[in-house]
């Protein structure tokens, strides 16, 4: 098999081609021949040592792919040689060949193509359990988006949107905001890259609650962090849900007075954590998804593929934040 691997710390050029052994599946795991695999942030922190996991070098980055099961381990009942299917592996999935636990292969609809389905899960699972299970997110209610045009940003689009809610996305260019008026946003807002000053800082939730309708927003989805955090709760309504998804642009300091003075809540959004403290819930919300899915609602929108060679080049698109919707890399 033919595997990138990481073999030091460091960034996406310190990934290297490797040959190596063909794994076999121990007891309840499968093998899969991966045909594609979805690219995310957290790609480019496990190399640098920064993700909340670290494996043993050397290792595969890869937290998501798609192929088909080729081996089946002792034990194992709901999967087949031969099956289509999804998997959530959090690591090694840049690699033609991967072995993981069963329960974390899910069976794809026979229509569903591989690069799609290696960059459904990921985003989708975890817009869909802040919007469903943290926001708690109604039909009616207005939602502002943050890092919109990115792939867990574009699958908060369509999931608030198939919800009945209004959506105002944020990014840093028209290009990027034209991607999300293509994915149903209602309004667009472009922020300024430098938002560390406090006039850029109120101009911005005064952007943010004349597009809301004057009295703030309902739902902040917040996938950037840093400078933009707390401005975007400062234009939450009473009683909103700042839910934080993650920070590319560095940890926040939210003024805690805040909370109180508009009742509001900061709500973390843990999906990994969620699919294995909650196994049910997350199920449920696989089948709202495979659901929405084949009823047109969802789509991965994917904007670049790679070879398995070139990942590296992959990772670098998404760490320089120059990404619309998802990224794949593809086997050979």
Not at 2 to 18: F, I, N, Q, R
Not at 22 to 31: D, I, L, M
Not at 156 to 180: D, H, M, R
């Amino acid at each position: 098999m033919k595997a990138m691997l990481s073999t030091e710390v460091g960034g996406p050029d310190t990934l290297v081609l490797t040959e190596m052994p063909t794994p076999e599946p121990g007891k309840k795991q499968v093998r899969i021949r991966v045909h594609a695999a979805g690219v995310n942030f957290p790609d480019t922190l496990i190399i640098r040592d920064l993700y909340q996991m670290k494996p043993p070098r050397p290792f595969a980055p890869g937290g998501e792919v798609a192929g088909v099961v080729e081996a089946v381990g002792e034990s194992v009942k709901h999967l087949n040689v031969g099956d289509r299917v999804l998997g959530m592996s959090g690591f090694g999935g840049f690699a033609t060949e991967l072995v993981l636990d069963a329960e974390r292969a899910v069976k794809i609809p026979d229509d569903m193509p591989y690069d799609e389905a290696a960059c459904f899960i990921l985003t989708y699972g975890t817009s869909h359990h802040a919007l469903k299970d943290r926001a708690e997110l109604k039909a009616g209610e207005s939602i502002l988006i943050l890092g919109a045009a990115g792939g867990v940003g574009i699958a908060a689009i369509e999931l608030a949107k198939a919800s009945g809610a209004k959506v105002i996305a944020a990014v840093s260019s028209e290009e990027k905001a034209q991607f999300c008026r293509d994915a149903g946003a209602d309004e667009t807002l472009i922020y300024t890259r430098d938002m560390n000053d406090r006039a850029a800082q109120k101009e911005f939730s005064n952007q943010i609650k004349k597009l809301s309708g004057g009295e703030g927003v309902d739902v902040v989805y917040d996938a950037v962090g840093g400078d933009y955090a707390e401005p975007a709760v400062r234009a939450l309504a009473w009683k909103g849900r700042y839910l934080v998804v993650g920070f590319p642009a560095g940890i926040p300091k939210i003024p805690l007075n805040l909370t109180l003075l508009k009742g509001c809540q900061i709500v973390g959004v843990f999906w990994g954590a969620h699919t294995v403290r909650e196994p049910q819930n997350h199920a449920e919300n696989l089948g709202d998804l495979f659901t929405l899915y084949s009823q047109g609602k969802i789509k991965p929108r994917i904007s670049a593929s790679y070879a398995l060679e070139n990942a590296g080049d992959a990772l670098q698109l998404l760490q320089d934040r120059k990404v619309l919707g998802k990224v794949v890399v593809t086997m050979p």
